[in-house]
Antibody, heavy 119, light 110 residues
């Protein structure tokens, strides 16, 4: 059974870089789209971007200048890097995987990790 | 990119059928059959309920169904149950090769 688990610091200072890792278990990491999605407290879901094992990526236009995603197939990990964070980046961050082969739906989700941006 | 439009809340009684709408444009919902729906209970991760407009992942009850007409997609729950009370989000592929969520609808089971 496919499982995803987010990890990383829960507190990041303003203007610094948020770095999160998603560890994938229960099968091969290759051949799928991976997503990062976030949700500020009490608000809706926001798609951050997607990445696949062919290093094909797309990012939310509102975040594109600050976001980088990468995949380490040898470690079974998918990563997010968001630079120059502000309080507006405080949210629960989810990683997810799309097994449809198209890159249009998040089938498997991690439990989420709360990241707070504060000095 | 603009978020898809969903009503803020809907309510229904057990056993009833209810439908959620998700309105976009010809550049997202109307242009592709790549609309998905997610159920989220408080404090939990979202769960995929429908993908590619009408497809149900294994394990999702057939009480949940999806459809689309023009720029509006819909999720219908028949035989409403207490455990269906949750927030529901739609998501669509866009002409910019990105994905965009709706603002979410809170379902209350009376």
């Amino acid at each position: 059974q496919v499982q995803l688990q987010e990890s990383g610091p829960g507190l990041v200072k303003p203007s610094e870089t948020l770095s999160l890792t998603c560890t994938v278990s229960g099968g091969s990491i290759s051949g799928y789209y991976y997503y990062w999605i976030r949700q500020p407290a009490g608000k809706g879901l926001e798609w951050i971007g997607r990445f696949n094992t062919r290093e094909f990526s797309d990012y939310n236009p509102s975040l594109k200048s600050r976001v980088t995603m990468s995949l380490d197939t040898s470690r079974g990990q998918f990563s997010l890097r968001l630079i120059s964070v502000t309080a507006a980046d405080t949210a629960v961050y989810y990683c997810a995987r799309d097994d449809t082969g198209i890159g249009s739906a998040a089938i498997y989700w991690g439990q989420g990790i709360l990241v707070t941006v504060s000095s | 990119q603009s978020a898809l439009t969903q009503p803020a809340s809907v309510s229904g009684s057990p056993g009833q059928s209810i439908a959620f709408s998700c309105t976009g444009t010809s550049s997202d919902v109307g242009g592709y059959n790549y609309v998905s729906w997610y159920q989220q209970h408080p404090g939990k991760a979202p769960k995929l309920m429908i993908y590619e407009v009408t497809n149900r992942p294994s394990g999702v009850p057939d009480r949940f169904s999806g459809s689309k007409s023009g720029n509006t997609a819909s999720l219908t729950i028949s035989g409403l149950q207490a455990e269906d009370e949750a927030n529901y989000y739609c998501m669509s592929y866009t002409s910019s090769s990105t994905l965009v969520f709706g603002g979410g609808t809170k379902l209350t089971v009376l």
